[in-house]
């Protein structure tokens, strides 16, 4: 039986058809709405210690993490001003 990691992305679980099309919305969006390859990479490696991390999702906002940090101008919605810098 395959354990279930509550605290990864979907990147490090067995999610792969969500994560393939998370991969395929992201591809879509614009490079006026995308944050670069660095800040994902930075904001999703915040999420992956966060303890609102469960299953890919976050718990405050229900969001897959992968597709809400690929966004140029969202943020972190914890309620102490958001845990990603930029």
Request: charged residues 35%.
């Amino acid at each position: 039986m395959q354990r279930e990691c509550k605290r990864c992305l979907l990147l490090e679980s067995a999610e792969g058809d969500m994560l393939q099309l998370i991969k395929e919305k992201i591809e879509k969006l614009s490079p006026e709405e995308r944050a670069s390859q660095d800040v994902y990479e930075q904001r999703l490696s915040v999420c992956k210690d966060c303890e609102q991390l469960i299953s890919g999702m976050c718990l405050k906002c229900g969001c897959y993490v992968e597709f809400r940090a690929a966004f140029k101008d969202k943020r972190c919605p914890d309620s102490k001003g958001g845990r990603w810098k930029v």
